[in-house]
């Protein structure tokens, strides 16, 4: 088994209204329920808004600590799965399961060093 990062790609302002939201987070919930069914899930999170990042640079001897994202976009991560899939294809199914139920893109990347 392989471990994968499935990271869901936002765009940047608000939230949708509950109205819209609360049915897609009890769909995303089932696709949780799912993955963890079939024994792929790990990890899951949502992260906050950009506007909450701390960047920390080193250069030279100093050490930076800046507020605000690392990079101005109009998208940024909003959340993400870490799961246990045997191919690329079965990590591919869930991030499709995911970008139905969401709407938005999910980008899926091999963790580097996790096949057994």
């Known amino acids: 088994m392989a471990q994968y990062l499935l990271s869901i790609q936002q765009p940047d302002g608000p939230p949708p209204p509950p109205e819209v939201l609360d049915p ?17 899930w790990v ?17 030279g001897d100093e050490v930076l600590v800046t507020d605000g994202p ?22 591919l199914h869930w991030a499709g399961r995911a970008a139905r139920v969401l709407t938005l893109p999910v980008e899926v990347r091999p963790v580097a060093g996790s096949r057994a």
Do not use: C
């Open 24 to 40: 897609i987070m009890a769909a995303l919930a089932q696709v949780n329920d799912d993955m963890r069914t079939a024994g792929v």
């Open 70 to 91: 690392y990079v101005e976009g109009k998208e940024h991560v909003g959340g993400f799965w870490v799961i246990d899939a045997p191919d690329l294809d079965v990590a």
């Open 43 to 59: 990890f899951t999170a949502g992260l906050t808004p950009p506007s909450s990042a701390t960047v920390v640079a080193a250069k």
